[in-house]
């Protein structure tokens, strides 16, 4: 596969080459394909990232990593959550991916109706890894009380959401 890079000064009109980077994770994720490599280069993506392309066994994952010896960080501050629970790092029916050495952080609500996930793995799928990854900071702060809890924002999650299909071989 190819090598694809980001980094917080390029564009997602380039070519996302090493000395023409994409600007953006997600569109990273919207490019890549089996076999394929995205490095991305330390500093803070403030940006959801849905993962929906899929690896395969046969062309390899699909891999996002921070760039060697560099640390990128998706930080939810400031983010709404989209369909009222959703994660900085969403895997929607995604295979064969891996997310690794990333920093993903401050992602919050003061709402009883919404819920902050760090990473979100939901649908179906098979070979996902999350390596060596730092979640932290995903809160709330919605009131609530015994009777009525009903204020969640969680690290990872995981949601099969396609029976008889399932999520398998999460490592």
Same mark, same amino acid.
């Given at each position: =596969?190819?090598? %694809? %890079?980001v980094?917080?000064? $390029?564009?997602?009109?380039?070519?996302g080459s090493? $000395?023409?980077?994409?600007?953006? +994770?997600?569109?990273?994720a919207d490019t890549a394909k089996a076999g394929? *490599? &995205? #490095? &991305?280069?330390g500093g803070v993506y403030n940006e959801h990232v849905t993962f929906s392309k899929s690896g395969s066994p046969s062309g $390899?994952? +699909?891999?996002?990593?921070?760039?060697? /010896? !560099?640390?990128?960080? #998706?930080? =939810? *501050? =400031? #983010?709404?959550?989209?369909?009222h629970m959703w994660g900085l790092a969403t895997f929607n029916n995604a295979s064969n991916v891996v997310l !690794?050495?990333? !920093? +993903?952080?401050n992602y919050a609500t003061n709402? *009883?109706?919404? &819920?902050?996930? /760090?990473i979100f793995v939901t649908g179906a799928g098979s070979g996902l890894q999350l390596v060596n990854n730092s979640v932290h900071d995903i809160t709330t702060t919605a009131q609530t009380t015994p009777k009525k809890c009903n204020s969640n924002a969680f690290g990872i999650t995981v949601y099969g959401t396609q029976a008889p299909a399932a999520i398998d071989g999460l490592a």
């Open positions: =596969g190819d090598t %694809y %890079y980094a917080t000064n $390029g564009s997602d009109g380039k070519t090493s $000395g023409s980077p994409w600007q953006t +994770i997600q569109h990273a394929d *490599t &995205v #490095l &991305v280069h $390899g994952p +699909i891999t996002f990593a921070s760039a060697p /010896g !560099e640390m990128a960080t #998706l930080d =939810g *501050t =400031g #983010l709404g959550i989209p369909q !690794e050495g990333f !920093e +993903i952080r709402s *009883t109706r919404d &819920v902050p996930i /760090g």
